[in-house]
């Protein structure tokens, strides 16, 4: 599991990639993300360990996999993380707004970082 999360870091989309530009080095006010990482049994885009928090950036091949990926949800979301999904085309056109959001879930019921 973590060598194909190695892979999968040196392989990200561009969507992927521009939010990552933007959670690294703690970027986005402070929060600290980390990018590919192994959950249990999966990987995931981005997490927010401190907060529980992922965040997934799908692309067109998730329309075909939606019940896998309710079930991969479910999985997570029974280790008390909650999830953001946004697909590809969103963050490359309203980035700005998908940061919002992400920020609007990282100030609940929070402490500063």
Not at 26 to 51: S, T
Not at 78 to 92: Q, S, T
Request: proline content about 3%.
């Amino acid at each position: 599991m973590k060598y194909q999360a190695k892979a999968l870091r040196k392989s990200l989309t561009d969507a992927e990639r521009w939010l990552w530009q933007h959670l690294r080095n703690r970027e986005l006010a402070g929060w600290k993300f980390r990018r590919q990482h192994p959950i249990g049994l999966f990987i995931v885009d981005f997490v927010c360990k401190k907060k529980k928090l992922i965040i997934e950036v799908d692309g067109s091949q998730h329309v075909n996999r939606m019940r896998l990926d309710a079930k991969r949800s479910e999985y997570l979301k029974g280790r008390g993380y909650r999830i953001l999904r946004f697909w590809d085309n969103e963050v490359l056109r309203e980035g700005n707004s998908v940061l919002e959001v992400i920020l609007s879930c990282l100030a609940e019921d929070t402490p500063s970082p």
